[in-house]
């Protein structure tokens, strides 16, 4: 049984979401404040989580920047709820680290069609990932840039490979210790800092000013994709 937290102040809301979940089989728990939202999804480790972005006592983009700084629940997967439906808003959301992004007031049915969706099983990775001028090829462990193979190292590759999977997600430096270097490691956020310059000095056209990966002061870095160049004539 998959088990979702809900964290939304609509009491209403709350109940009419509890309802229909657990009828669908799903087992939910949650809060109506965002107080304890963090330390709440940490120990009940849910499958899912639903977050409404306006609460009373704290902002949902807050915690769920927070959800995705913490080790234990960086990967789980978050649906805001919210009644902010602007682009911007949409577009902040997401790239703060959402799954998916649902505007109320929504149907039930889609909502729970929408986070069905976040437990299929994962297709299979695509052994080539491709950028605008940049091919990585998981296969063989080699990436090229124009069709010539970059030098980069064991540790560079995964680096790139991790951002490069999931383009426009902002990660942590934190989140990027813990997926690339794992939970032992030594290093600290500077090493991310490091690994990223080299990585923008062998792939960025002008590592001054990067396009494919970016940095977001105060929370981390992205994976930008680029367009394919077409030729002209």
Avoid at 85 to 95: K, N
Avoid at 194 to 222: H, M, T
Wanted: proline share 4%.
């Amino acid at each position: 049984m998959k088990k979702i937290v809900l964290i939304e102040d609509d009491a209403d809301l709350f109940a009419l979401l509890k309802y229909n979940l657990e009828k669908e089989g799903f087992q939910l728990t949650g809060a109506q404040t965002g107080k304890g939202a963090i330390e709440l999804c940490r120990r009940e480790r849910p499958d899912l989580i639903l977050l409404d972005i306006m609460l009373p006592d704290s902002d949902g983009l807050d915690i769920c920047r927070g959800i995705r700084a913490h080790s234990e629940l960086a990967h789980t997967p978050v649906i805001f709820l919210t009644a902010r439906a602007s682009e911007t808003d949409r577009i902040v959301g997401l790239e703060l680290g959402a799954n998916d992004y649902v505007v109320k007031p929504f149907f039930i049915r889609e909502l729970i069609a929408r986070i069905k969706i976040q437990f299929r099983s994962p297709s299979k990775p695509a052994k080539v990932l491709k950028s605008g001028r940049l091919e990585l090829d998981r296969s063989s462990f080699q990436v090229c840039k124009d069709g010539e193979a970059l030098a980069l190292t064991a540790t560079e590759f995964r680096l790139l490979e991790f951002l490069m999977s999931r383009p426009g997600v902002v990660f942590s430096r934190e989140q990027l210790l813990d997926s690339v270097w794992g939970h032992d490691r030594v290093v600290t956020g500077r090493t991310v800092d490091v690994y990223i310059l080299r990585l923008r000095q062998k792939v960025e056209a002008d590592p001054a000013n990067p396009l494919i990966i970016r940095s977001l002061r105060g929370f981390g870095y992205s994976f930008q994709e680029q367009e394919h160049a077409v030729g002209r004539g």
